[in-house]
């Protein structure tokens, strides 16, 4: 079975520059997760999916983040314009269901840098 | 608001050391616990999920253990091996539709 897939795995832009990233959830999993992880943190949760609709996106920086998964499949994060606090790894994970009983599945992660 | 503590940050250990890393949260009132590893470069793997009912889960070498009244968790690694380096990460779930709040990790290192 194929993991949760990202990309890219490495992301240099300058502030106020825009990024985007892409995650492809395991096969058949409903529910897709955002997380944001600064070095030396723990993970965040940025937002929540299940299928296309969004569950959770109470710590999701609206003014500047964005998150879309159209087809209830890949899901892509974008942010503009960014900020040097934006430097971190984005990982996104995947459940089978919403349940918080079940495993999430974490993808290797995007590391972005700011500069 | 619900904080999650892992104590020590970094620990460093002989092969075939037994050892136990910490976590403490402040709010009791959990849901579950979750232990996850974190390889350099890699996403978290679940390891072991404890329910608030719970006492203690195993897999293999390893046994979570909880006290919801203290606030506190352990890991207990048997016979650690060098392939046990990694960072090691507690998150704790304060109901039922509420996101996981993770601790910082603590980065274990195994020495053969």
């Known amino acids: 079975e194929a993991g949760v897939a990202q990309s890219p795995r490495y992301k240099i832009i300058e502030k106020r520059q825009s990024v985007a990233f892409w995650c492809n959830p395991i096969?058949?999993?409903?529910?897709l997760y955002w997380y944001q992880q600064i070095l030396g943190q723990g993970p965040k949760l940025l937002i929540q999916?299940?299928?296309?609709?969004?569950?959770?996106d109470s710590q999701l920086p609206k003014d500047r983040f964005s998150a879309e998964r159209l087809k209830g499949v890949d899901s892509t994060l974008k942010i503009q314009p960014a900020k040097l606090e934006d430097s971190a790894v984005y990982l996104c994970?995947?459940?089978?269901?919403?349940?918080?009983?079940?495993?999430?599945?974490f993808g290797p992660g995007t590391r972005l840098l700011v500069l | 608001k619900q904080e999650v503590t892992q104590i020590p940050a970094a620990l460093s250990v002989p092969e075939g050391e037994n050892l136990v890393l910490n976590c403490s949260f402040t709010?009791?009132?959990?849901?579950?616990l979750q232990w996850f590893r974190q390889d350099p470069g890699k996403g978290l793997t679940s390891l072991l999920l404890?329910?608030?009912?719970?006492r203690e889960q195993t897999s293999g070498r390893l046994n979570a253990s909880l006290d919801k009244s203290s606030g506190r968790s352990t890991l207990y690694i048997a016979a650690s091996q060098p392939g046990d380096s990694a960072t090691y990460l507690c998150?704790?779930?304060?109901?039922?539709?509420?996101?996981?709040?993770f601790g910082k990790g603590t980065r274990l290192s195994v020495i053969a």
């Open positions: 096969s058949g999993h409903a529910t």
């Open positions: 998150a704790v779930r304060t109901s039922g539709n509420t996101p996981l709040v």
């Open positions: 999916f299940q299928n296309n609709g969004v569950v959770d």
């Open positions: 404890i329910q608030s009912s719970q």
């Open positions: 709010d009791s009132a959990i849901y579950n």
């Open positions: 994970a995947s459940s089978s269901s919403p349940s918080v009983l079940e495993t999430q599945y």
